[in-house]
């Protein structure tokens, strides 16, 4: 075994290096490291003053998320959806089981979103709680998919399906239905001729026109088509099959249609994963921060809907987006708003198909009627601390100790909170 000497061996401050600088008493790359801190910190520091800067005007993502949640409580036409997230499941439930649920309710934080485990639910796809209780879990879902799938050489396919815009909701949804069957049969018959396994996945979106009532609704498809062997103008074949499907006034045109290959970028398939995702519902939407923008200036999302405002700060007229939002709910009843083909899981291993990292943080039951209305501050708290401002890469928790401190500090102010606007000021203290 060779042996080393003092002067050609590195501790881990590099400061026994026999190339340090004999001014400061630290090598070059002892300088460099320190510098990166210093930046870091001060990096760290600006997104704490971002951060704290939304919450005092009230642009986090959780004031939207109040916001959506206050007028669903207010205007959503059926009960279970109006008091959706509001009671602990162990409190209304005698044959409540502990083993499975546990003693408490619990919050769940990852990077793509948050929410409550163990309140009553509505389980609707349009429910901004309810949306997120999933989203996560299909972000990651879809992002590995696509990630393997690259790394395998195969094709993946970025698709916009839209049908003119009508008055009738029941009638979009036929027409979209209609399409899709025909999409799935060309699919169906590429796999055989083309001998090339497909895999798909397909979310509804709508936006409104509130000016017009023959034009209100306006659903359409985003989708991702994964081919194992590209196929010669698949573009140009779903295009074509799409518009074969037009019937009577139920017409679509080739412009409307746009048919995108996805690279190998990151920025493509987090484009694209999370996109998807948000179509569950609003929750990656509400979790991202984004602000989806209709295309028109007479368009507005469900989102836009709920808060009474367009992206363009165009206030809505109140009565007649609670009549627009009763009347989709109702029509878009028992509708499957994310679809993913079964065989989607066969594009990573078996020991891929991981969740995303997730905290669990119990809530003590005896403080929910002081944080229910509020607790979306807290989780976003966590969230930011943990995934935005701790060393957090790729999926992958570095800062550990780190973690453990946030979790520490948020258990305990739960056990000593008396008054809800101690929430405020827990949300803008530094966890160091």
């Known amino acids: 075994m060779k042996t080393t000497t003092k002067t050609d061996r590195l501790d881990t401050l590099c400061l026994d290096h026999p190339n340090k600088q004999h001014g400061l ?70 044959n409540f089981n502990t083993e499975e649920y546990g003693e408490n309710l619990t919050m769940k934080v990852n990077e793509y979103g948050y929410g409550m485990h163990g309140l009553n639910r509505c389980k609707n796809p349009f429910c901004p709680m309810c949306s997120r209780s999933r989203a996560g879990e299909r972000a990651h879902k879809l992002k590995k998919g696509i990630q393997q799938a690259q790394n395998k050489g195969f094709t993946t396919y970025f698709v916009t399906l839209t049908i003119k815009r009508s008055g009738s909701i029941k009638g979009q949804l036929e027409s979209i239905r209609r399409r899709w069957g025909a999409v799935n049969n060309l699919c169906s018959h590429l796999k055989r001729d083309y001998e090339t396994e497909i895999y798909k996945a397909r979310a509804l979106d709508i936006t409104f026109n509130p000016y017009r009532p023959s034009q209100r609704y306006h659903l359409h498809l985003h989708c991702i088509f994964i081919l194992e062997n590209d196929v010669s103008d698949f573009p140009q074949k779903i295009k074509d099959v799409w518009i074969s499907q037009n019937k009577g006034k139920d017409k679509a045109d080739y412009k409307g249609q746009d048919v995108q290959k996805v690279g190998r970028l990151e920025e493509d398939t987090n484009r694209v994963g999370r996109y998807v995702a948000k179509m569950a519902g609003l929750a990656m939407e509400i979790t991202h921060g984004q602000r989806k923008e209709a295309k028109s200036s007479l368009s507005v ?132």
């Not at 003053?49 to 959503?76: H, M, P, S």
């Not at 989607?344 to 005896?366: A, M, Q, R």
């Open 301 to 432: 999302t469900l989102k836009e809907l709920m808060l009474g405002y367009t992206h363009t700060d165009r206030i809505l007229h109140s009565e007649r987006c609670i009549e627009i939002y009763q009347e989709f709910l109702e029509g878009m009843k028992r509708t499957n708003t994310l679809t993913i083909s079964r065989n989607w899981k066969n594009l990573y291993e078996e020991e891929e198909e991981e969740k995303p990292y997730t905290l669990e943080i119990e809530i003590p039951v005896g403080c929910w009627n002081l944080i229910k209305n509020d607790w979306f501050y807290i989780a976003e708290k966590v969230q930011f601390e943990i995934f935005k401002n701790s060393l957090y890469s790729e999926g992958e928790i570095i800062d550990q100790c780190r973690v453990n401190r946030v979790i520490d500090t948020v258990e305990e102010f739960l056990d000593r909170i008396t008054t809800k606007k101690e929430i405020f000021a827990f949300c803008t203290e530094p966890i160091e």
């Open 25 to 94: 008493g630290l090598s070059p790359l002892a300088i460099e490291c320190l510098a990166k801190i210093e930046i870091e910190k001060q990096a760290k520091k600006e997104r704490l003053d971002t951060y704290i800067e939304g919450l005092v005007f009230e642009q986090t993502n959780a004031d939207t998320l109040k916001k959506l949640v206050a007028f669903q409580r207010a205007n959503a036409p059926s009960k279970t959806i109006r008091i959706c997230n509001t009671v602990p499941i162990q409190t209304i439930n005698d």
